[in-house]
């Protein structure tokens, strides 16, 4: 089966334009997480969302960082007037909900890295 | 806070030889998972093999098992006949709820 897809791949931008990744989590997972990596860095967490309940947003650095998630399924991650420091490559997990363990397997794309310029 | 330390930034070994990545964490949790992840430069993050805390049993996924020792908040991974496509970085990565807490991360190189 298909696995967790994000678009782009690669994005270069420039300072100050507004961005948007894309990801397809695996079909029928309702949990769906979004990770900044910065160069030589694990991974930082910004955002959660689980089903239809609010999501998590307190990973979000700063109020120009916004995602959504349509119908339970795509999420997007909006950057707003970008920085040079939100570099990064961005990583998108899913995982499903099964109620039998306390905590499930995230699974990942492939990422999109993120140039500002 | 909960945090998780990788105190290798970087390791070599020859083809087909054994080698121990080192991690650990600190939580005042008591019911926890544990994972290894693998990221080879295609940037795909891959689960390894996890670890459920209150399972004493360590976890074996073929070529792989971990050392973990709880009271010691330890958590080593072991690559037994090291292969070149295990050359990757691998990350340490904690949970008690939704969110992965990650180590920086160890580069692994098998060398021909």
């Known amino acids: 089966g298909a696995g967790v897809s994000q678009s782009p791949s690669n994005k270069v931008t420039e300072k100050g334009k507004d961005v948007e990744l894309r990801c397809d989590p695996i079909?029928?997972?309702?949990?769906l997480y979004w990770y900044r990596q910065s160069l030589g860095q694990g991974l930082e967490f910004l955002i959660y969302?689980?089903?239809?309940?609010?999501?998590?947003k307190s990973g979000l650095p700063s109020d120009r960082f916004s995602a959504e998630r349509t119908g339970g399924s795509v999420s997007t991650l909006t950057i707003q007037r970008t920085q040079q420091e939100d570099s990064a490559v961005y990583l998108c997990?899913?995982?499903?909900?099964?109620?039998?363990?306390?905590?499930?397997?995230?699974?990942f794309g492939p990422g999109t890295r993120l140039l500002v310029l | 806070a909960q945090t998780v330390t990788q105190s290798q930034p970087e390791m070599s070994v020859q083809e087909a030889e054994t080698v121990t990545l080192s991690c650990t964490y600190d939580t005042s949790e008591s019911n926890y998972y544990l994972f290894w992840y693998k990221q080879p430069p295609s940037r795909q993050m891959i689960l390894v093999i996890r670890q459920e805390a209150y399972k004493q049993q360590n976890a074996t996924e073929n070529r792989f098992s971990v050392n973990f020792q709880k009271a010691a908040k330890s958590f080593s991974l072991k690559i037994s006949d090291s292969q070149l496509g295990d050359t990757a970085m691998y990350f340490c990565a904690f949970n008690s709820n939704y969110q992965l807490i990650w180590g920086a991360g160890t580069k692994l190189i098998i060398k021909p």
């Open positions: 969302f689980q089903g239809n309940s609010a999501p998590d």
């Open positions: 079909s029928g997972h309702t949990a």
């Open positions: 997990a899913s995982s499903p909900k099964t109620g039998l363990t306390l905590v499930e397997t995230q699974y």
